[in-house]
């Protein structure tokens, strides 16, 4: 299993609170990614980063932000969490050096927004 | 407008028979085809992928087929084990991006 921690677990907040969700890899890849998962919709992207301090946006970024300061931790941060942000979210990593894209996912983080 | 479709939110199927989960796709410039699987409380895991250039590619028990014409995609379990029972998902990417494109999900029941 490649080496991708996810922290916390679960989490129960209430609306208008800042959370932040942690990811840490033990494998030195160089993308990390922030997914949600619900009901009826996937996986959808929400930030992805391509190297240390180099982030971008993806298909849901709106109330998410995200740093990467260091290669093995990729921050996602709820500003102030809105019940809609309730949801189970990924981490995922990938090496970037291989012309396919296999990415590789973290066990997971349940959030609620009360 | 969702570029990977997977039409059948549910698939049940008897243990050693074979089990089909479909994908759909709308964008040609795709060219690189996963399939992950997924258990109650853990992180997708990757199962068996396909370049554009095959139209098949097999793994042990798991075969996927693509169809470039019908811009269509399966995967075929056989035979099918109560373990298989999970959410698979189908996922594309094209080439150059770091990024995957997800459907919804399939959840596979096998029963005994």
């Known amino acids: 299993d490649a080496g991708i921690t996810q922290s916390p677990r679960h989490k129960v907040t209430e609306t208008g609170t800042p959370v932040t969700l942690r990811c840490h890899q033990t494998e030195n890849h160089r993308y990390m990614y922030w997914y949600r998962q619900d009901p009826g919709h996937g996986l959808r992207l929400i930030h992805y980063?391509?190297?240390?301090?180099?982030?971008d946006k993806g298909e849901v970024s709106d109330g998410y932000s995200v740093s990467r300061s260091k290669t093995e931790d990729f921050l996602l941060t709820l500003e102030s969490a809105t019940s809609s942000q309730t949801s189970v979210y990924f981490c995922?990593?990938?090496?970037?050096?291989?012309?396919?894209?296999?990415?590789?996912f973290g066990p997971g983080t349940r959030l609620t927004v009360l | 407008d969702q570029q990977v479709k997977q039409n059948s939110p549910s698939l049940s199927v008897q243990e050693g028979r074979i089990s089909i989960l479909n994908c759909d796709y709308t964008?040609?410039?795709?060219?690189?085809f996963l399939w992950y699987k997924k258990y109650p409380a853990e992180g997708p895991t990757f199962l068996i992928s396909i370049s554009s250039i095959k139209d098949k590619n097999e793994d042990g028990r798991f075969t996927v087929f693509l169809n470039k014409s019908a811009k269509h995609l399966s995967l075929h379990i056989v035979p099918s084990q109560p373990g298989d029972s999970a959410v698979y998902f189908c996922a594309a990417t094209q080439g150059g991006s770091e990024k995957l494109v997800f459907g919804k999900g399939t959840k596979l029941t096998v029963n005994p």
């Open positions: 980063s391509y190297g240390v301090k180099d982030t």
């Open positions: 995922a990593i990938s090496t970037g050096l291989a012309r396919n894209n296999e990415q590789f």
């Open positions: 964008n040609s410039m795709f060219d690189y």
